[in-house]
């Protein structure tokens, strides 16, 4: 059984990596083949050449160092602020019913929207992109935590109770463990969407950044070199969405 | 019985939920009296609705009835008393993301059991009930019967005088319910314990029992209290004596008023 189970995840994989490679064929054929437009699509080989380069000379890390540590204090920022002020709604079923749908409402607006005024306020520096991912990953993060806290089973609370569980016992042995879940999953969409919005805002208005940088590359036309910072910062969300993965799975092995 | 062998006291005690011309307002309980002796189980029978499990609650201190109070050991009571009482609910109440013995050991940390006691007191619980080899698995990898067993070892484990099991075994299978029961017989009759016991079973109230109060439809009070004298632990052969089925025969009568009378109103009325 669990043979079989392998034997087709395999098989799966296979599919998948073979998917990627015919893409990479087509992409090949497509420039050095059929004579696609190189400032159109550059080559993968001279994009390749390219990617060594930009990881042997280290010149992504001063862009690395922008955009990182405005996705470190923005993610920081909205989970902070975002499990709070969630925990404090979940307390009170009153506070649920306002909150909650006008919350629920606000994320559905797309605020990437509103970066002009985030420049405005914040210029263009870093602040305005740290202020932006900070509001949009707030949102799903707070709903999250709204929805773990209020839907903890009320039966385990009252054997918490009845077994005399203090206020502080409660939220340690119960509701916290019964509500992390729902907002590791609230922290996800958080971690991505906050990503997604400033390396979005980086290209509109930066002054620096991997997003800036790579919009600076297209203006003067070095696609491969652009195609390049692409495929790092691809290379880059990867490996941070395969360490959240991991620490998710791991957090959830008992369950 | 004199003063000192009550160990629960239930003295007009009525309950209702929200408010009169509310849309949810319902009278669960009405004008309830009713002693429980130390030593004793007494297993609450009746109608669904007919609020045994309100009263259930209330002798937890997990409700504030509405008129009347509960004496504990001749002390009025306000709130659970987690030294003297302890549950069993319907569903188990586990925490799924604990193992069994930490479940078992979590209730002694809320009372604030030392920590080498509460590993030995887990232990022993979980012996008592059979699930010594099952310590470490998770809820969730248990049968339902199972994880009843593991309730009942938390809630053993807290060594309460008073334990109290809201339809412990409504969610399982007739025979997972009746080996649960033989065991719980066998357990409790050496533990000495005061047990109030809701349950639908007819069976299940006779064969546990020393008394079995049966319930009125809602708003819901004691018709009648009906009394079993066999010695505890029962044996499997008291299911297919003749006392028994007198017993059951005698409970059947006096439930199936109350329970189409239960039916028709919740048909009728809407508030099931």
Redesign the interface.
């Known amino acids: 059984m669990a043979r079989r189970d392998r034997a087709r995840r395999l098989a799966s994989r296979a599919v998948q990596i073979g998917f990627l490679l015919a893409l990479f064929l087509l992409w090949y054929l497509a420039t050095n083949v059929w004579g696609v437009n190189k400032l159109l699509l550059p080559n993968p080989i001279s994009v390749w050449r390219q990617f060594v380069d930009v990881l042997r000379s280290g010149a992504f890390l001063p862009d690395l160092r922008v955009t990182a540590s405005e996705f470190a204090a923005a993610f920081v920022l909205a989970t902070t602020s975002g499990t709070i002020v969630g925990y404090f709604i979940s307390r009170s079923r009153y506070f649920t019913r306002v909150f909650e749908p006008l919350l629920a409402g606000i994320f559905s607006i797309p605020i990437i929207l509103f970066l002009p005024l985030y420049v405005l306020f914040f210029g263009l520096g870093p602040a305005s992109k740290i202020a932006l991912g900070t509001t949009i990953s707030f949102f799903p993060i707070a709903l999250a935590t709204i929805a773990g806290f209020a839907n903890v ?1 009320r ?2 609370v ?9 206020n502080y ?1 409660l939220f340690r ?2 509701l916290l ?2 509500a992390l879940p729902v907002i590791m999953g609230g922290l996800r969409i958080g971690f991505t969407i906050a990503l997604l919005s400033i390396l979005g805002s980086e290209t509109i208005a930066s002054l620096a950044g991997l997003g800036h940088h790579i919009v600076e590359l297209a203006e003067d036309m070095e696609m491969s070199r652009m195609f390049a910072y692409i495929v790092f910062v691809v290379a880059m969300v990867a490996l941070l969405n395969f360490a959240v993965s991991y620490l998710e799975a791991r957090g959830r092995r ?2 | 019985m004199s003063a000192g062998d009550v160990a629960l006291s239930i003295k007009n005690v009525s309950h209702q939920f929200g408010e009169t011309g509310e849309a949810q307002y319902v009278r669960a309980l009405s004008d309830t009296s009713l002693d429980v002796a130390r030593g004793e189980l007494l297993c609450l029978i009746g109608p669904s609705g007919c609020g045994k499990s309100t009263l259930l609650n209330v002798i937890g201190g997990l409700l504030a009835p509405t008129n009347g109070t509960v004496e504990v050991s001749g002390r009025p009571l306000r709130g659970p008393i987690p030294r003297d009482i302890a549950f069993v609910f319907q569903e188990h109440a586990l925490f799924p993301w604990n193992t069994v013995i930490e479940n078992v050991r979590l209730g002694m940390l809320f009372q604030g059991v030392p920590q080498a006691e509460r590993d030995k007191r887990a232990k022993r619980s979980l012996e008592a009930v059979g699930l010594a080899d099952f310590a470490n698995h998770y809820p969730g990898q248990l049968s339902g019967g199972m994880r009843q067993r593991a309730a009942l070892a938390r809630a053993l484990s807290l060594e309460t005088g008073i334990l109290l099991m809201d339809e412990p075994f409504g969610a399982l299978d007739e025979q997972t319910r009746m080996i649960l029961g033989e065991d719980l017989s066998v357990l409790l009759s050496r533990t000495e314990k005061t047990i109030v016991f809701v349950t639908h079973s007819l069976g299940e109230a006779v064969f546990l029992a020393d008394r079995v109060a049966v319930f009125s439809a809602r708003p819901g009070t004691i018709k009648k209290i009906i009394r079993v004298d066999e010695p505890h632990p029962r044996k499997p052969g008291f299911v297919t004596s003749e006392k028994f089925t007198a017993l059951r025969n005698e409970l059947y009568a006096l439930l199936h008023d109350e329970i189409r009378k239960a039916v028709l109103e919740s048909a009728h009325g809407g508030t099931a």
């Open positions: 089973d039966a385990l009252a054997a918490a109770r009845s077994m005399g569980a203090s016992q042995y119960v463990p019964a008992h369950q």
